[in-house]
């Protein structure tokens, strides 16, 4: 089967719902960070795989923020899609929002960027298609997403920041 060569971000879109157990919640009685990794972790992977048709592993989660608690007996919904590929990663980013069981109430609580490489059977590398971003938010992630993944690589002393050429005017003056 020849691998497609791009696909539309959208096709990648994963949504999960879960409630917060007391098994799954801190002293406080708020879902565990640690747990809430996990979560996005796991969705992420689905959209990567959705995008690639391969294995995929983590290679990197960006900063998460933790905007809201999740309380217990909530309900919390993550959405993740895939922003953009490059040559065997995919970067997805991922939406953790919160329900209160009761009133309803929602609140985004956790945003992150997870990059995800695609690996054939005996974990190497593999090609993965193109994004093609539709919608205006889609493009926007599609083109600031060169820019998270040279930070990435310059914070892992993958790429010296004067090769970072989207991220010039961050570490140098011109």
């Known amino acids: 089967m020849a691998l497609q060569r791009q696909k539309f971000a959208a096709e990648s879109r994963v949504i999960t719902t879960e409630i ?7 002293p406080l009685h708020n879902l565990m960070g640690g747990h809430l990794l996990h979560l996005m972790d796991v969705a992420a992977a689905i ?4 995008h ?18 999740v309380k217990l007996g909530s309900i919390i919904t993550l959405e993740a899609q895939i922003t953009r590929s490059f040559n065997s990663s995919m970067e997805i980013f991922v939406v953790a ?11 985004i609580t956790n945003k992150a960027f ?4 695609a690996v054939d059977q005996a974990g190497n590398p593999i ?8 919608t205006p938010v ?9 820019r998270r993944r040279q930070l990435r690589l310059v914070l892992a002393g993958r790429m010296k920041p004067e090769e970072a050429t989207e991220l010039r005017s961050i570490f140098f003056k011109d």
Do not use: W
Not at 60 to 68: K, R
Not at 97 to 107: A, H, I, Y
Not at 114 to 117: E, S
């Open 97 to 107: 929002t919160g329900e209160d069981f009761m009133s309803g109430k929602q609140l």
């Open 52 to 69: 690639s048709n391969r294995v995929v592993v983590t290679a990197s989660v960006d900063n998460v923020s933790f905007e809201h608690p």
């Open 20 to 26: 917060v157990m007391p098994n799954d919640t801190n």
């Open 127 to 134: 090609a993965v298609p193109a994004v093609v971003p539709q």
């Open 114 to 117: 997870l990059t995800f490489v």
């Open 47 to 50: 959209s990567a795989r959705k």
């Open 138 to 146: 889609e493009k926007e992630l599609y083109e600031s997403a060169l």
